[in-house]
């Protein structure tokens, strides 16, 4: 078991995110000290690891990061359930249950893929765009440079 600064540390976050994840309902620590402190365990390190790399890496904001937490949690708890029954409503339920939690999962991706290539697109506008002027520019440069002198160009070729 860690303590937070251990786990901030091993994560690559600060003590005070790890505590309004907390706050928040994204972690709850495995455990507390005698003292108090809050211990965390390997599965609390994996959690944090993929809460940082929704935000960071994907961009999620927190608010989506609770809610594929959420959706994860409730997948585990449905293939339990749905294995302990023999109602085959119930069994259908969860089904049902599950496949709408991963098409709002498949959504949520989607919506960042969109914007992800809308943010492609416009960089790739700004490249044009200056690319352009950039040619007008060595197009200028080119037209108004005077000729090479060929005295200067055989200087250069006995010297190499």
Do not use: C, N
């Not at 914007?115 to 520019?137: K, N, P």
């Amino acid at each position: 078991m860690l303590r937070i600064q251990e786990v901030a540390a091993e994560t690559g976050l600060t003590a005070r995110s790890i505590r309004y994840y907390e706050e928040i309902g994204l972690l709850k620590p495995a455990a507390r000290s005698d003292a108090a402190y809050r211990l965390y365990d390997t599965d609390d390190l994996e959690r944090l690891r993929f809460i940082r790399g929704l935000r960071d890496d994907a961009g999620f904001s927190l608010t989506e990061i609770g809610q594929l937490l959420e959706d994860e949690a409730a997948r585990v708890r449905h293939r339990e359930r749905f294995r302990a029954s023999q109602d085959l409503e119930e069994r259908r339920a969860l089904l049902r249950d599950g496949l709408e939690r991963v098409d709002r999962q498949v959504a949520s991706l989607r919506r960042k893929i969109e914007r992800l290539e809308s943010m492609i697109q416009e960089s790739e506008g700004r490249r044009t765009h200056l690319e352009g002027h950039l040619a007008e520019i060595e197009a200028e440069v080119g037209s108004t440079s005077p000729p090479p002198d060929p005295h200067l160009a055989r200087e250069e070729e006995r010297r190499r």
